[in-house]
C-alpha cells in the first residue's frame, strides 16, 4: 500500500498541463464537501438556543439547525458524484500511463487502486484548503467551539480524502487497462434498464402505498406530506432517466434510417450503440430540475401566504425568518445544479477522451471538425428533451399539490414561472456539454492514430 501511494504521488507530480484541470477540479470537489462537512459539524455540535449572527435567527434552534444540515447532507450526494466523474475521466485519459503500469508487472486491480489513490491525494489537498479557510470562519461565528467540534473538524478533514478515493475506486471498477495501452470498460453483468424499472417501479408501489393506506387503516396517523413529497420526487426522476435510456435507442433507430444529414447521423448511431451512457449523464440534472420545478410552485404559494400573513400581523416571527429559509432552499438547489451541469461537461468530455481514436480516424477520412461538434452536441440534445420535459411537468405538479396541502391561502402559482425550469437547465446543459468542444480540436488530431 505504501508503495502505491507513493507512486500514486509520483503520478500526481508529474502530471501535465492537460491533467492539472482534472486534478483541479477534484480539489474543488473536495473542498465543497469539506466545507459541508465543516458546516455540519458546527451545526450539530450547538446545543439548545444559540444565537448565530447569519441566518435572520433560522439557525438558533435546535430544530432549525437539524434541518439545514439534513439539508446540506443532501448536497454531498451531487459532489461525490462529481468527484467520481473525475476519476473516471482521468482513467481514461491517463491510459498511456496506466498501460506502461502494466507492463511494469502491475495487476489490473492494481492500476485501479492507483488512480484512485491519485485522486484521494487531489482531494487531500482540496480538503486542507478548505479546512484553512473555512476554521478561521468559524471560529469569528463561534467565540468557543467544544472540543467535540474540534474533533468533528479534523475528523471530516480526513474522511473526505479518504471517501473521495473510495468515490474514485466505485467508480474505476469496471475500468481495466491492458499492456498494450487499451482502455476499455468491462460491461455490467447486469441490464441498465432492468435497473432502472425495477427501482421505478418500487418507487411507484411505495407511493401508493403511502397515499392509499391511510384510507383503508386510521392507525397511520403520521404526517406523510414531505415523505410522500420526497418518494414522487424519485419516482418522477427515475421515470425520467428511464424514458431516457429507453428513448435514446428508439431516437438513434429511427434517426438512422431517415436522415441525410452527417451529424444526425453519426449522434443517432452513437445513442443507438450505447443508450444508457446518457441516462447515466442526466440522472442527476433530470433530479434537479424536478426539484427546482416543485420548488418554484412551492415558493410562489407560500410567499403570497406569508405576505398575507404579514399584513395581518400574524406571523410568529419576523418575515425574513421564512423568506431567508427559502432564499437557502434556492441556494441549495442552485448549487446543485452547479454541480450536475459541471459533472456533464467532465461526463462529454470522458466521453470524447475514451472515443478520441475515433474521432481522429472520421477527420482522417474527411469529416470535417463541425460536423462531429454537432453532434456531439445532439447526443446531449436528443435524448434530455423529452425526459427534461416530463421532470419539469412532473415536479410542477408535485409541488402545486405539496403547496395546496400546506397553505392556508388559496393561491394558484403562475404555471410559466415553474415550468421555465426544465428549460432553464436544458439550454444549460447544451452550453455544458458545448464546454468540450475545444478538447474535441485537440482529440481529432492525425497523432492520436499512432497509438490505434
Not at 4 to 31: F, H, I, K, N, P
Not at 113 to 124: F, M, N, Q, V
Not at 167 to 172: E, G, N, T, Y
Not at 371 to 400: D, M, N, Q, S
Request: proline share 5%; net charge positive; with cysteine.
Amino acid at each position: 500500500m505504501r508503495a502505491e501511494l507513493r507512486l500514486a504521488w509520483l503520478l500526481t507530480r508529474g502530471s501535465d498541463r492537460r491533467e492539472w484541470w482534472r486534478v483541479a477540479l477534484t480539489a474543488v470537489g473536495a473542498a465543497l464537501a469539506t466545507g459541508i462537512g465543516l458546516a455540519i459539524v458546527a451545526l450539530t455540535s450547538l446545543d439548545g438556543y444559540y444565537s448565530v449572527s447569519v441566518g435572520s435567527g433560522l439557525l438558533d434552534s435546535t430544530s432549525d439547525r437539524r434541518n439545514v444540515s439534513i439539508a446540506l447532507g443532501l448536497l454531498l450526494i451531487p459532489v461525490l458524484g462529481f468527484v467520481g466523474q473525475c476519476a473516471r475521466i482521468g482513467a481514461v485519459h491517463r491510459d498511456r500511463r496506466l498501460a506502461a503500469l502494466r507492463l511494469a508487472g502491475a495487476a489490473p486491480w492494481q492500476v485501479r487502486r492507483i488512480a484512485a489513490l491519485e485522486s484521494g491525494l487531489a482531494c487531500l489537498a482540496g480538503s486542507v484548503l478548505a479546512t484553512v479557510t473555512a476554521v478561521p470562519v468559524l471560529l469569528h461565528l463561534w467565540s468557543h467551539p467544544s472540543p467535540g467540534a474540534w474533533a468533528g473538524f479534523a475528523l471530516m478533514a480526513v474522511a473526505v480524502p479518504v471517501l473521495g478515493a473510495a468515490v474514485s475506486a466505485l467508480s474505476l471498477r469496471r475500468v481495466v487497462a491492458s499492456p498494450l495501452g487499451r482502455v476499455r470498460r468491462a460491461g455490467p453483468t447486469w441490464a441498465p434498464g432492468r435497473l432502472f424499472r425495477t427501482v421505478t417501479w418500487l418507487l411507484a408501489a411505495t407511493a401508493l402505498f403511502i397515499v392509499v393506506a391511510p384510507v383503508f387503516s386510521d392507525s397511520f396517523t403520521f404526517d406523510f406530506g414531505p415523505v410522500t413529497v420526497f418518494v414522487l420526487a424519485l419516482l418522477i426522476s427515475f421515470t425520467a432517466v428511464w424514458l431516457t435510456g429507453s428513448s435514446s435507442r428508439q431516437l438513434g433507430e429511427g434517426l438512422a434510417t431517415r436522415t441525410r444529414r452527417p451529424d444526425v447521423l453519426i449522434a443517432a448511431e452513437r445513442l443507438r450503440d450505447d443508450p444508457w451512457a446518457a441516462a447515466r449523464t442526466h440522472a442527476g440534472v433530470l433530479l434537479v430540475t424536478v426539484a427546482g420545478s416543485g420548488f418554484m410552485g412551492v415558493r410562489q404559494v407560500l410567499l403570497a401566504e406569508l405576505h398575507a400573513r404579514s399584513r395581518e400581523g400574524s406571523l410568529a416571527a419576523d418575515l425574513s425568518y421564512y423568506t431567508t429559509g427559502l432564499d437557502l432552499t434556492a441556494a441549495a438547489i442552485l448549487v446543485g445544479l452547479a454541480l450536475v451541469l459541471t459533472a456533464l461537461a467532465v461526463g462529454t468530455a470522458e466521453s470524447l477522451a475514451t472515443r478520441r481514436r475515433g474521432l481522429a480516424a472520421q477527420v482522417a477520412a474527411g469529416v470535417p471538425q463541425a460536423v462531429l461538434a454537432r453532434a456531439l452536441l445532439l447526443e446531449t440534445a436528443l435524448p434530455l428533451a423529452p425526459a427534461a420535459a416530463v421532470a419539469g411537468v412532473g415536479g410542477f405538479a408535485i409541488g402545486t399539490w405539496y403547496a395546496s396541502l400546506t397553505s392556508e391561502v388559496t393561491v394558484a402559482p403562475v404555471p410559466y414561472v415553474p415550468l421555465l425550469v426544465p428549460l432553464v437547465v436544458y439550454a444549460a446543459c447544451l452550453l455544458a456539454a458545448a464546454c468540450s468542444l475545444p478538447l474535441l480540436r485537440r482529440s481529432v488530431r492525425p497523432a492520436e492514430l499512432r497509438y490505434a
